[in-house]
Structures are given as C-alpha cells and as structure tokens.
C-alpha cells in the first residue's frame, strides 16, 4: 500500500482518502453547480409537465397526464422521433469518424502543426445560431456557394422543400459545429499513445493502416466511448439553435428534431406545459441511452 | 459611524433629484429595428418635447416573438413594461390572459381624453375589440396583405401592364406568359399561412374558423378545408408543379426574391414598401389581392397585419396618466398621417387617410393607397378579423402542411384536412387553459 500524504492508494488502483469530511468539501462546488443548473431546472420543468397555465402564468392548473397525452395523439410528434434517430446518428457517426480522420492526420504533421490545429478547433467558437446561418447562406438556392457548384454537378439543390436536402444542411451545420470538440480529444488521445509502440510495430513491418487498425484505435476506445456519449447529448439537446436558424424544421416537419420542438413550444408559442413534457420526455430518452451506452458500449473499452 | 452619515447623505441627494425631476418614467417595449427603430425614436423624442410631465423610453426587445417572451417573463417576475407592442398573431392571448393588461379604453377614459373606436378603420378598431365591445389595444402600425407586380418583368414578357391582373385566372395567365418568357420564378408568396388562407378568407367573406374567425368566442373551430380553400391550394399546387408559382421559404423570406427581380409576382405585405422601395432597380407596381370572380362576395376585404400597443396591469395611477397622454398624442390625425407616409403603414384613423388623400400622396405615390382601399370597407361577420388562440403554432402547422403540397408530397385536401385537425387540437387546448 502506497500512501501519498492526503491520499492512500490500494491494491486496486483505487484512492482513498483519510480524512472524512475533505472529499465532501472538494465536491462541494461541482455538487452546487450541478445542483443549481441541473437538478432544479430539471425538477421545475418535472413539475411544470403536469400543469397548464395561460402565457402569463396567472392561471396555473394541474392537469395530470394530459400533457403527455396530447403528445401521444399527436402524430407528428411520434414522428419526430424518427427524425431525431436519423439524425443524432448522422450527428454522432459522422461527427466522430471525420474528426478521428482529421486528428489522425493532423498528429502526423510535422511542419506547422499548429496551424492546422487552430484551424480546426476554430469552428467551435462559433455560435450554434451563427453557424446555421453560415450554412444557410452557403445551401442558400439562388445566392450560395455550395448550391452554385451543385448546380454545375447537376444537383437541383432545394432545402426549402427537399426533405432529404434539408436534412442533410442541419446534419452538416451540426457536424461542422461538433468537429473540433471532437478533434481536440482525438488529438491528445493520439499523442498519448506511447511512441514506442508504434516504432516497435514498424520495425516489425507494420503498415501505417495495420498500425492504426491493431495499435491507436483500440487505444483510443476510452476516448472514442466519451464521444459518442457526449455527441449523442449533443444531438439531442444543443442543436436547436441550428435548426432554428436554416430550417426551422422544414420542409413540412422533416427536420423538426424533438428539441427543436421543445424550444418552439416553449420559447416561441409559450406553450410552457407542453414543452416541459416534451423535455421530461427527452431527458428520459438521454438518461436511457447513456445507461445503454456505459451498460453495454462501454464493455468494448479498453482502459 | 461616519458611513452610514455618508449613505444618508446620498440618499437624501438621490432622492431630491429624483423629485426635482418629477417626471413619470413610461417604458416602451416595441420590435421595431432599422429604419423602423429610427421612427419609434423620433415619436418618443417629439412626445417627449412637446410636454414635461411624461417621459416615454422606447427599448427595443428583439422581433415580435422574442419581446412578447421577454415581457411574460417581466411580467411573471413583477416588472413589465407600461406598453408593449404586440403584434397581432398574439392578439387573442392577450386578450384571454385576465389581469394582465389594461384595456385602451378604460385608460382614455380615465385620463380624461376622449376616445371613440369608431373614428377607426373598422378593419383595425375590430381586431382588437373583445368580444364585449371594448377596444383592448391602441392600433400602432396595421398592415396588410397586397400583391407585388414587377413591371419590367411583365412587359417583358408580353403581359399588359395598363391594367394589373386581378383575378386567379388573369394571375395564373401572365404566370404562364412569364414562364414562357423564360422567366425562372413568376410567382411566389411571403407569409403564406396570412395571404394565402387568412387574407385569403376574408377578401372571399368566407370564414377561416367558426365564431367570426374567433372574434365572438374561444370555442372557434378552423374550417379551412372548406371547397373553396381547397380549390384554391390545390390551384397554387398545380402551379408549384408547373414552375409557374416557385415555394421561397417561410416568414417573409420571399420579400428579398422579388426586391432582387428574382421573383416576378409576390404576395406580401403592405408594409414591404419601404424596402422595395429602397432596394428595387426595376418598375413596380402594387395591386389588390387576387380573387374568385365566381365567389359571391368577393372581393371584400383583406385583414390587418403588423401590431398593437398595449398597456400592461399593476402599475401606478399616475403612469396610467402618461400612458393616456402618450396614446391621445399618437391619435392626433395629422401624426398618424405623417407616420403612414413615412413607413407604409396604414392611416388608422378616417381622418388621418382623409388628411392623407387630402395632401395628394396616394397622386404622387401611385399604389400606396391600394392596402388603404382594401382596409376601408365595412366588413362583415367573417372578414373583421382573426381571433385564435396558440396562433404561433398554428401559423407554423399552416407553413408545414402547405410545403408539404408545394412538394407535391399531398394534396390540398389532405393538408387542409390536416390543418384543421392539428390546428383544432391547439384551439381545443388553448380554451381549456383559458376558460374563467
């Protein structure tokens, strides 16, 4: 048994603490951020998903379940979850496997490595809204630049009432949005992997792919599984603002993704107890997926 | 001690300018950014200096529906605003939500001006009239719903311009000219949902939704799948596929396409003038909605746009008084005539369009009093307006369902079908939450 002034380490790689009351106190500031941020907003729109109130909250009255059962009748809600599955996927799958593309990439420069990088962690200082409406404006029929070349190409780009079009300028903003996020962590994730190993390998003859394929990639798993959490609550929860600002769910209801929903509901026709059910909802859906992912995703990780 | 002598001190100064002031601090939230901001400044500003008593603050909140959030949310935490400006799709909300506003009359009254509605253009004063007569918001700036004509494009393309096409048929058949002329977009729409279902009904006297379009009560139900409607977006279906009538996107999106030439033919609002005006590098023209030459009725009138001003509950007597005083100096007819030159807005008063007919501006203007013409009409019990509540929502189901026929993806019938069955539910709820 180690022991390290404050801390003793045992047999499992666990630490242990020997005071008391000092690790409470550590936590104490996440606790309070979590608890203020999180959990009371989340038990306030608990509440407020089984109430109804006119727009200026004079009027608030309990009415059960109604709320969710509205939902259930609503046919196009049921839908949106279709949506939202196509494109957190997109979102999570493309968002990952570009950016573990890049980062590989980027962690085999030499020369003027730095301004790659800055170039590609750049995208996440942008806004989500400003984002859409760089997209927007790049998809944009008669004006953008992107439309102009699918034009050449023969492509008759029209998001406005291409369900399939539109879908994938939201996937594209949001990607693009998420990318550097996800570089960052595959960067650090590629240049923590001893040198060595990748040197003894290539004497033995291993190729560059052979070498990705049976060293870094198994390697990067605990950082891979990270992502994927953290891109599926992406997906679901911070793209509205995207959404909002290229397609406002159209064509139709096409891309309107369970969030956006919620955000519309609530923020634009105020609809604050519909939309504290839908929340509900998405947080249960969220909280079910990550136990999914950490129950049977995560036995694939290699720490 | 000696702070606190200091504190006191400070507070006693505080406090002594404050009163030497004695002015009423009135705060006006509005939505008005550009050249419309610059113009809600000036009114304050010339409010402001013609008396001392009263100061109005204009702040701008962001567009409609983001300052009618910020002011639920001061007003569920104890400090809206004296007036807000609201437009008009938030209108039934606000009438429904008890104790939360002031209505106009009762502060006219009480601040011992005189104010008859019926010195309104009909059109306007009924839009905000509850359904017990009482006129609940001071109108502010009403639009309404025209067609834009681009001249050059329709000479071009061998369509007379003497005389503006007037029916669907006259604007189907210079489509088909311009699109034969090569033209790669003869018409489109902006707000679709309010020129072309809204506006729509009441220029044919043909109800949206039961009650008066829920003027006379919140138990109003949409009836926009009626054959009329039906006929009409099966029409512009027919067109869409043809590339005669081409979908520009939701809002008012479409407004930027015509102003670049792009688009020949737009239905938009009145209000769009100020921009085409500036922006425009072609002829243009403003003509009266289209309609059904064999719909009895038609054309009637087409409904307002644009927003109101309200007086919001829980305040002080004597900003009540500045709120009257405000209100009484934006009903003179020679301000309001004044405004409606500047901005394209409607005259809302008859002696305003009268003082405004009077000064000869609808001469050297031709076509600014088209949306006038359209407004001043006596209108009937299914033209006066549209009263629904959870009426964002709604408008959004409309976009939703008319793109899905634009795409060709239903048929008009199915979307309207639609409409009406998603757009109940909303009605249904909104009167659950709002029943006394």
């Not at chain 1, 998001?159 to 949005?177: D, P, R, Y």
């Not at chain 1, 679901?236 to 509901?265: Q, S």
Request: with cysteine; glycine share 8%; aromatic share 14%.
């Amino acid at each position: 048994m180690l022991s390290l002034g404050l801390l003793i380490l045992n047999g499992d790689k666990k630490v242990i603490f020997k005071s008391s009351w000092l690790p409470w106190v550590l936590i104490a500031p996440q606790a309070f951020i979590i608890l203020v941020f999180f959990f009371w907003p989340a038990t306030q729109a608990l509440v407020q998903s089984f109430q109804q109130s006119d727009v200026f909250g004079t009027k608030v009255e309990w009415n059960g379940l109604e709320n969710f059962e509205s939902l259930w009748r609503d046919d196009t809600y049921l839908a949106s979850f279709k949506t939202t599955a196509v494109f957190s996927i997109l979102v999570a799958g493309l968002g990952i496997s570009l950016s573990l593309f890049l980062a590989f990439f980027a962690d085999r420069i030499t020369r003027g490595a730095w301004v790659y990088r800055t170039l590609l962690i750049l995208p996440y200082a942008v806004a989500p809204v400003v984002a859409g409406v760089l997209w927007l404006f790049l998809f944009s029929p008669s004006v953008g630049l992107a439309s102009f070349m699918l034009e050449k190409l023969g492509v008759q780009w029209n998001a406005l009432l291409n369900s399939n079009h539109a879908m994938a300028l939201i996937v594209i903003a949001s990607v693009w949005k998420q990318i550097s996020y996800n570089f960052l962590f595959f960067l650090a994730g590629f240049q923590s992997i001893p040198k060595s190993l990748i040197e003894a390998a290539a004497i033995d003859g291993a190729s560059v792919w052979k070498r990705f394929w049976t060293i870094q990639l198994p390697l990067l798993t605990p950082t891979t599984f990270f992502l994927l959490v953290v891109n599926t609550v992406y997906a679901f929860f911070e793209t509205f603002g995207i959404v909002d600002a290229t397609t406002r769910g159209g064509p139709g209801k096409d891309t309107a993704i369970l969030v956006y929903k919620v955000y519309f509901d609530g923020f634009k026709a105020m609809d604050l107890g519909g939309s504290a059910a839908q929340s509900v909802i998405l947080m249960f859906i969220v909280i079910s997926l990550t136990v999914i992912q950490f129950k049977y995703v995560e036995r694939k990780v290699n720490y | 001690m000696n702070y606190k002598k200091t504190l006191a001190t400070f507070a006693v100064a505080a406090f002594a300018s404050f009163s030497a002031q004695a002015q009423t601090e009135i705060q006006w939230w509005h939505s008005m950014s550009g050249a419309l901001g610059e113009w809600v400044g000036d009114i304050a500003k010339d409010f402001n200096s013609k008396q001392k008593d009263y100061k109005v603050v204009p702040i701008f909140k962001g567009n409609y529906d983001e300052s009618m959030t910020a002011a639920v949310a001061a007003f569920r935490a104890g400090n809206a605003p004296h007036i807000l400006q609201v437009f008009e799709v938030g209108t039934a909300t606000m009438m429904a939500s008890k104790g939360v506003v002031v209505p106009v009359e009762k502060i006219m009254n009480d601040g011992g001006y005189k104010f008859d509605p019926k010195s309104y253009v009909p059109a306007v004063s009924g839009y905000y009239t509850s359904p017990n007569g009482q006129m609940m918001s001071f109108p502010f700036n009403s639009s309404t719903t025209v067609m834009w004509v681009n001249l050059d494009a329709l000479k071009a393309a061998g369509v007379s311009t003497d005389k503006l096409p007037q029916t669907w048929p006259e604007v189907t058949l210079a489509a088909a000219k311009l699109k034969a002329s090569g033209h790669k977009c003869p018409v489109t729409t902006a707000w679709q949902g309010w020129t072309q279902l809204e506006s729509f009904s009441t220029w044919h006297n043909t109800e949206l939704a039961t009650k008066g379009n829920g003027m006379r009560g919140m138990d109003a139900r949409l009836v926009v799948n009626s054959p009329l409607h039906v006929r009409h977006i099966e029409n512009l279906g027919n067109m869409a596929q043809q590339g005669l009538f081409v979908y520009k996107g939701r809002a008012g999106s479409a407004g930027a396409n015509f102003e670049s030439g792009e688009c020949a033919i737009s239905f938009n609002s009145s209000a769009a003038y100020a921009g085409v005006s500036k922006n425009a590098k072609f002829k243009f023209a403003v003509g009266t909605l289209p309609y059904y030459p064999d719909v009895a009725g038609a054309p009637q009138n087409t409904i307002i746009g644009g927003a109101s001003l309200w007086a919001m509950a829980g305040k002080k007597a004597e900003e009540y008084k500045g709120v009257a005083a405000f209100f009484n100096y934006l009903s003179d007819p020679a301000i309001q005539s004044a405004n409606h030159k500047r901005t394209g807005y409607l005259p809302v008063t008859m002696a305003s369009f009268k003082m405004t007919e009077e000064s000869g501006f609808y001469k050297q203007n031709p076509g600014t009093d088209v949306s006038v013409n359209q407004m001043i009409r006596k209108t009937t019990d299914k033209s006066r307006g549209i009263r629904l509540g959870n009426y964002v929502q709604i408008r959004t189901i409309e976009d939703e369902e008319l793109e899905q026929v634009w795409a060709g993806k239903k048929s008009a019938k199915e979307a309207l079908d639609s409409i009406v069955k998603r757009g109940n539910e909303l009605l249904e709820k909104f009167e659950k939450a709002n029943k006394s």
